[in-house]
């Protein structure tokens, strides 16, 4: 900070973006993780019938979805900044760990939004028969990212707000679709099940994918009104909203139609479904609304990307152009980034993208929970705003069934997802260093976190080595939890301050690792 003669004008004082309150937030983890039951189709004929499907969306949240939204909620409110998960990791592990799992987990979302400009068009073309010619259909991806895209540059409280109406028009088709199923449903076609008919990859990968990327939020914290009471209320709040809006229409639609049609159950079946039950009229509303609803997808997905980045450059991982915001106080190139990363991925195939990206969002979730656990045991004074209500053992226990499943589903995965993988695994490793070998030469710019000031002298125990590496927890531990988010003109009035102090605390987080 610089100062000025008595006769210079203060600078205006920026004006105060807009922050994510509870409904906004809500809507946004409901299409980080759901967008309404578009996509759970699959899950009845790779389970042979209704009774799996059922089965899974009543078991799963518990096992999976709860616990890895009761880590979202501790950490979150601990960690109030754009890093989420990756702060977490950092906290717990060092950089380098950290690194990777935002690396890992940036392709993963990528990957993810990959899906949503093509399967809109596929429900355009569903609903009115006509199939574009490939490079048309190139184009029309081309142009729809980037009109998806600039909507996420104009501001997150633009995108939020947006999110929460189409929410409402998502599912508001099947309140429709249940009223006129009632009369029609038979409690014996939920318990279906043809054995010979059963694909558990199939099955694991549907389930699991409609039931992920609760932690993608976390990246949006530092956007939040009051994140530390805010962030707990939205991450339940969703949690009923998504697994009432899978199991409900789920329930009016296996319920409503004869077992034999368990074959037929395949991405998009839904308008099928509103066909059959209400006729053409019901068929179109919930075609529009899958189409509507993958806008909410992308949205939400590349909120969540491209804050993450901004995060990241905050804590010094990546260049801090990065952090860069434009005037709507957004992050543009991070936007772009991921926008580019859409547009390269869009050509693979919906299988494809599902099993790769559930692969490695797995090997990242397997960080996030063990980053948890530690926190809980080597830092139980970190201040938690939210505490999920249970000790240490009890924090290691809730954390076993998700493990559980992210190693069942990464274990019946392909060769050539285990091939990719391990690419995408290697890639974000030679550039961890990379990056690394940039900042010790100054090539370009990057933020350095500046740690606050040290604990008084008394409050230091232990052995010195040991103090020290206690320390050096707590300072990461405040750092990520007070860091402040930054604009594109604050970003660039710090860096010249940093840079001076960015190989220092490279050396330290180095050590510390």
């Known amino acids: 900070m610089t100062t000025g003669s008595a006769a210079a004008d203060p600078p205006a004082p920026a004006r105060p973006r807009p922050k994510l309150t509870v409904l906004p937030l809500i809507a946004l983890i409901f299409y980080d993780v759901s967008g309404g039951p578009f996509g759970i189709e699959d899950s009845v004929r790779a389970g042979g019938g209704a009774l ?27 960690f109030p900044t754009n890093a989420g998960y990756v702060a977490w990791v950092s906290a717990a592990f060092g950089p380098a760990a950290a690194f990777l799992v935002g690396f890992t987990k940036w392709a993963s979302g990528t990957l993810d939004n990959a899906l949503y400009p093509v399967l809109f068009l596929d429900y355009l073309r569903s609903s009115s028969g006509a199939a574009l010619p490939p490079p048309l259909r190139s184009l029309a991806v081309l142009a729809l990212t980037a009109a998806l895209t600039y909507l996420n540059y104009r501001g997150l409280h633009l995108v939020g707000l947006s999110a929460l109406a189409l929410t409402a028009f998502s599912l508001s088709p099947f309140v429709a679709l249940t009223a006129l199923a009632i009369p029609k449903i038979r409690p014996s076609r939920w318990l279906a099940m043809d054995a010979a008919a059963v694909n558990l990859r ?56 004869p077992s034999e049609t368990a074959a037929e159950w395949t991405d998009g079946f839904f308008s099928e479904v509103g066909q059959r039950i209400g006729g053409p009229w019901l068929r179109f509303w919930i075609q529009a609304a899958a189409a509507m609803s993958n806008m909410g997808l992308f949205e939400a997905e590349m909120s969540s990307d491209s804050f993450q980045l901004l995060g990241m450059a905050e804590m010094g991982m990546i260049p801090a152009i990065f952090a860069r915001r434009s005037k709507h106080g957004t992050p543009t190139f991070s936007i772009l980034c991921s926008a580019t990363g859409v547009v390269m991925l869009s050509f693979m195939s ?60 990464m274990c019946l995965a392909s060769a050539r997802t285990f091939a990719v993988s391990a690419a995408v695994v290697a890639a974000g490793i030679a550039l961890y260093y990379g990056v690394e070998h940039a900042k ?26 040991e103090s020290d590496d206690d320390d050096v927890e707590d300072v990461r531990a405040g750092l990520l939890a007070d860091e402040p988010a930054v604009d594109e003109a604050s970003a660039r009035s710090r860096s010249a301050v940093q840079m001076v102090v960015f190989v220092g605390s490279s050396e330290l987080q180095s050590n510390c690792s």
């Open 52 to 78: 799996l499907p059922i089965l899974g969306f009543l078991i799963l949240p518990i096992l999976w979805s709860l616990p890895e939204a009761l880590v979202t909620a501790e950490l979150a409110s601990a």
């Open 202 to 257: 199939g099955y694991f990968n549907s389930m699991f994918w409609n039931l992920n990327y609760w932690d993608k939020a976390s990246t949006l914290a530092g956007e939040v009104e009051e994140p530390r009471k805010t962030f707990p209320k939205a991450v339940f709040g969703a949690v009923g909203l998504v697994v009432g809006a899978y199991l409900v229409p789920l329930l009016a639609g296996t319920g409503a139609l």
């Open 350 to 409: 919906f299988q494809e993208i599902i099993e790769f990206l559930n692969f490695l969002y797995g090997v990242g979730m397997l960080a996030v929970f063990a980053a948890f656990v530690k926190l809980r045991a080597k830092n139980p004074d970190l201040a938690r705003p939210y505490r999920v209500p249970v000790g240490t053992a009890g924090a290691a226990a809730m954390c076993v069934p998700p493990v559980v499943l992210i190693t069942t589903v």
């Open 440 to 465: 010790r030469r100054a090539w370009v710019e990057f933020l350095a976190p500046v740690p606050p000031p040290p604990p008084p002298p008394d409050s230091r125990h232990g052995s010195t080595a």
